[in-house]
Nanobody, 124 residues
């Protein structure tokens, strides 16, 4: 089993920054990719971005391009989501997830493990 533990959420003013971390523990960890999703109250979950574990290639949703960056530290089994120029509409619970086998990183249904989520609140 793999456990994903997120940290770094909180309250920030519009225009501010936060960095989320997602650390994996458990079995030998070598996923195909790691994704970030978010869910705002009353809305469906939304793909934020993802990173391929081996190559480091990243994908970003259009809504966060130029503001959010994705990185990983393979030695620490940790991925990061750096969020800059935050907007009130970025307010949501953010989840990291691990996809073990090759698949479409935008598809939340293909992920095998999920973190517990961390709240990000951006005030105007």
């Amino acid at each position: 089993q793999v456990q994903l533990v997120e940290s770094g959420g909180g309250l920030v003013q519009a225009g501010g920054s936060l960095r989320l971390s997602c650390a994996a523990s458990g079995r030998t960890f070598s996923p195909y990719g790691m994704g970030w999703f978010r869910q705002a109250p009353g809305k469906e979950d939304e793909f934020v971005g993802a990173i391929k574990w081996t190559s480091g290639y990243t994908y970003s949703a259009d809504s966060v391009k130029g503001r959010f960056t994705f990185s990983r530290d393979n030695a620490k089994n940790t991925v990061y989501l750096q969020m800059n120029s935050l907007k009130p509409e970025d307010t949501a619970v953010y989840y990291c997830a691990a996809m073990i086998k090759v698949g479409v990183l935008l598809d939340s249904s293909l992920y095998d493990y999920w973190g517990q989520g961390t709240q990000v609140t951006v005030s105007s």
